[in-house]
């Protein structure tokens, strides 16, 4: 049913219930996974201009970012014990809504993974990335929730 499965992470809490949950689906389908990570911090040609900051610092600072993404997902991926599946790492840049909705179709994904931190259900549906993606992709979106500790 479910052949790449795409799991949007933050890295923190909240998406580790994703990644969970990304992980069983994989195992229950022999899925792969597709793992993202989105930095929205980064700024643009004409920010950085503007703040006389250079474009040189600037990509050392997001491959410093990226590396690092890449090596704590990797690491959130074996202590789930799920070194059998097949997994890609991306580390993007811009904004979270439209990346996961550019990575899930450029991967021809089938499902997207991600994790919330909000119990408000107002904001869930109104104000959230979650909301956008639903809102703006064809394939099925799974939303878990954090869980309380």
Known sequence: MFKKILCATDLNDGSSEAVKKA???AHQFNAQIIMLNIHEEFMTKEEMGM???????MKSQFEQTALKAKKDMLEEIKSLHAEDIQVKYIVRDGKPNKVICEEAEKAQADLIIMGINDKNVSNIIFRSTASFVI????????????KNK
């Open 51 to 57: 703040l006389r900051v250079s474009i040189g610092t």
């Open 135 to 146: 809102e703006h992709v064809k394939i099925p979106v799974l939303v878990v929730p954090m």
């Open 23 to 25: 992980v069983h689906l």
